[in-house]
Nanobody, 126 residues
Framework: QVQLVESGGGLVQPGGSLRLSCAAS????????MGWFRQAPGKEREFVAA????????RYADSVKGRFTISRDNAENTVYLQMNSLKPEDTAVYYC???????????????????WGQGTQVTVSS
């Protein structure tokens, strides 16, 4: 399995921006669909965004569409989540995940992902 480490979280004011990174090691991510999920206190883990192996297909949760952008640099073995216009309801621990199945498009389901990072905290507050 690939090992994933997230970074870039922190405290930001409403309307601000953050860029999360997910650095992979152990295997190249070029054969994986990659996803970002988040979990707020007392809530279930939810889908945020996903990107296909080649980067040609992306998927977003309705709650972040137009504000968040997922991207990947397979040469750097890294996936990114650019988060703009942040809202207090975006506060959560954000997790990076990898799916090494041969499905054609990345899934929105957490159960479809095989490898997970430890998470990075994002807090949006004034």
């Amino acid at each position: 399995q690939v090992q994933l480490v997230e970074s870039g979280g922190g405290l930001v004011q409403p309307g601000g921006s953050l860029r999360l990174s997910c650095a992979a090691s152990g295997r190249t991510i070029s054969s994986y669909h990659m996803g970002w999920f988040r979990q707020a206190p007392g809530k279930e883990r939810e889908f945020v965004a996903a990107i296909a192996r080649s980067g040609g297909v992306t998927r977003y949760a309705d709650s972040v569409k137009g504000r968040f952008t997922i991207s990947r640099d397979n040469a750097e073995n890294t996936v990114y989540l650019q988060m703009n216009s942040l809202k207090p309801e975006d506060t959560a621990v954000y997790y990076c995940a990898a799916d090494d199945t041969d499905r054609l498009y990345p899934s929105r389901g957490a159960g479809e992902y095989d490898s997970w990072g430890q998470g990075t905290q994002v807090t949006v507050s004034s």
